[in-house]
């Protein structure tokens, strides 16, 4: 029993500050692009806004993970749902290693459901096939926003008082961002934490109902901030400087499309990747200023990351999925 909550408990954790350290600081990053806005702020907003938002938006993202990609209701569920996140931990590290751009948020997808399969549990292929649909579709809703609102912002009149409804625009745009990331792409952790948290009560076994403590949604959101700040430099200076150059309209605008486009995504209860959201709306964004402004190489990394993590962390699930049906 012991062994099992070390085991799951290490996990959750070491998913938690890999999640701060791709998403978190990749938030936070584009937060700071914003002229005169210090890191700190838009670290205690992310941190404010996770922490809320399972309990002002809801689970219905973490469920989809827990509930909708496989049968884990079942006996082994909880091995299998281990088997399924160590999947895509190590897929997105040796990725990353490697370094080709790849999805946390699409590793987890794949390693569940590859893991399901593989111990024989029913996949939900209709869901997933829905899942993936919609994930797809959120970084192009994302990218045609961004594109719209990049127009539109040229049209803007100028005001003396502009930089400062420009500044405030940010700030409720970026908590809106940080909202859409709690209700949606975030919730992965809540999942993986939640299932770690039923193993230490009562044992592996089935996967239940995601319950969210706030105690240790408390320790999430240190945890995730923690790993934000160990890649801030790296991940936020390759979004804000190695994709494109922004102006501060286009922080705004390219926040506020993925934003739509993850909300959209949440209402259908179904994750998308919030980097991948942002990385589009950001081109998008630039792309209404001509097409040469654009680094296609940020595009590039997007559909890189769906043809390789995907497949890859479904292989490797069904691998692990069928050493836990033959223990």
């Known amino acids: 029993m012991t062994g099992w909550t070390l085991a799951f408990a290490?996990?959750?954790?070491?998913?938690?500050?890999?999640?701060?350290?791709?998403?978190?600081?990749t938030l936070i990053g584009l937060g700071m692009?914003?002229?005169?806005?210090?890191g700190w702020v838009a670290a205690v907003i992310l941190g404010a806004v996770l922490f809320a938002g399972p309990y002002a938006l809801g689970v219905a993202v973490a469920r989809t993970f827990t509930e909708g990609l496989a049968g884990l209701g079942t006996r082994d569920g909880a091995l299998v749902f281990l088997a399924g996140v160590v999947t895509a931990v190590a897929v997105v590290a040796v990725l990353t290693g490697r370094g080709l751009p790849t999805s946390l948020t699409l590793a987890l997808i794949g390693g569940v459901s590859g893991a399901g399969l593989g111990a024989g549990l029913p996949v939900s292929w209709g869901r997933l096939l829905t899942v993936l649909?919609?994930?797809l579709a959120a970084p192009l809703a994302g990218l045609v926003l961004g594109y719209a609102l990049g127009a539109a912002s040229r049209r803007a009149p100028s005001y003396r008082r502009?930089?400062?409804?420009?500044?405030g625009g940010h700030l409720l745009a970026y908590a809106a961002q940080c909202a859409a990331y709690a209700v949606n792409d975030g919730q992965k952790m809540i999942a993986v934490v939640s299932v770690a948290v039923d193993v230490?009560?009562?044992?592996?076994?089935?996967?239940?109902d995601v319950a969210v403590s706030p105690a240790w949604m408390a320790g999430l959101t240190a945890l995730f901030l923690a790993g934000a700040l160990t890649s801030l430099t790296r991940v936020g200076e390759r979004l804000g400087r190695g994709l494109v150059i922004t102006r501060p309209l286009h922080v705004v605008s390219a926040e506020t499309a993925a934003t739509a486009a993850v909300l959209g995504s949440s209402a259908l209860g179904s994750p998308v990747s919030m980097t991948q959201s942002v990385t589009a709306g950001?081109?998008?964004?630039?792309?209404s200023e001509g097409t040469r402004r654009v680094r296609w190489q940020g595009v590039l990394n997007v559909?890189?990351?769906?043809?390789?993590?995907?497949?890859?962390?479904?292989?490797?699930?069904?691998?692990?999925?069928?050493?836990?049906?033959?223990l």
């Open 133 to 135: 649909a919609i994930g």
């Open 33 to 38: 692009r914003f002229p005169h806005t210090p």
């Open 282 to 287: 950001v081109v998008g964004v630039v792309a």
């Open 303 to 326: 559909g890189t990351a769906w043809v390789v993590t995907l497949p890859s962390s479904m292989l490797l699930g069904c691998v692990a999925g069928l050493a836990v049906r033959l």
């Open 162 to 167: 502009m930089p400062r409804l420009v500044l």
């Open 200 to 208: 230490n009560r009562d044992g592996p076994g089935r996967v239940g």
């Open 10 to 25: 290490a996990v959750a954790a070491l998913f938690v500050l890999i999640s701060g350290a791709n998403d978190g600081a």
